[in-house]
T-cell receptor
Framework: EAQVTQNPRYLITVTGKKLTVTCSQN?????MSWYRQDPGLGLRQIYY???????DKGDVPEGYKVSRKEKRNFPLILESPSPNQTSLYFC??????????FGPGTRLTVL | QKEVEQNSGPLSVPEGAIASLNCTYS??????FFWYRQYSGKSPELIMF????GDKEDGRFTAQLNKASQYVSLLIRDSQPSDSATYLC????????????FGPGTRLSVLP
């Protein structure tokens, strides 16, 4: 089954404690992307990747890092999380015709 | 700053009616346009994409694009209670690639 997986699905952490949200796709897509979703603001792109070792900033990259060492994986790293990064995060894998396949989401709370 | 605007709603329609959802975008260079549906607590799922001016139909859904007016809409015919969700408009500057911009979404409620 074609899918995008994210882990963890829920995470409560404290300010400053580094964390990684993993994302993996099994569709052999070159393009992947990370979004955050906040009430009233919709989905905002954090980072995207066009292929292995190729990443670029989206609209809200501050406080986040990504890496793309393998085509299937695109982890999101928060080196020093802050409360304003409390949000719902989605990873997406982008196929032909720009169709985005979203993961199930990770709900992050930073205390 | 590229912007995509939608009425937040909620838009309420009776079952069986036509629901009309609208979206405007600011970047004239935008090439591809998408409608996603998102149920509460779930991830977005693609309904339709459209690249060219005019109408595109898929079952009960019709997407309409007018690049001159920078306007894209989604019509849902014979609306069903299961269509109740938030509908997200997304725009991409490229025909194939990255840098999507999403609107805030319109919440649709179909009343039985």
């Amino acid at each position: 089954e074609a899918q995008v997986t994210q882990n963890p699905r829920y995470l409560i952490t404290v300010t400053g404690k580094k964390l990684t949200v993993t994302c993996s796709q099994n569709m052999n897509h070159e393009y992947m992307s990370w979004y955050r979703q906040d009430p009233g603001l919709g989905l905002r792109q954090i980072y995207y990747s066009m292929n292995v070792e190729v990443t670029d900033k989206g609209d809200v990259p501050e406080g986040y890092k990504v890496s793309r060492k393998e085509k299937r994986n695109f982890p999101l790293i928060l080196e020093s999380p802050s409360p304003n990064q409390t949000s719902l995060y989605f990873c997406a894998s982008i196929g032909v015709t720009d169709t985005q396949y979203f993961g199930p989401g990770t709900r992050l709370t930073v205390l | 700053q590229k912007e995509v605007e939608q009425n937040s709603g909620p838009l309420s329609v009776p079952e069986g009616a036509i629901a009309s959802l609208n979206c405007t975008y600011s970047d004239r260079g935008s090439q591809s346009f998408f409608w996603y549906r998102q149920y509460s607590g779930k991830s977005p799922e693609l309904i339709m994409f459209i690249y060219s001016n005019g109408d595109k139909e898929d079952g009960r859904f019709t997407a309409q694009l007018n690049k001159a007016s920078q306007y894209v809409s989604l019509l849902i015919r014979d609306s069903q209670p299961s269509d109740s969700a938030t509908y997200l408009c997304a725009v991409n500057q490229f025909v194939y690639g990255q840098n999507f911009v999403f609107g805030p979404g319109t919440r649709l409620s179909v009343l039985p």
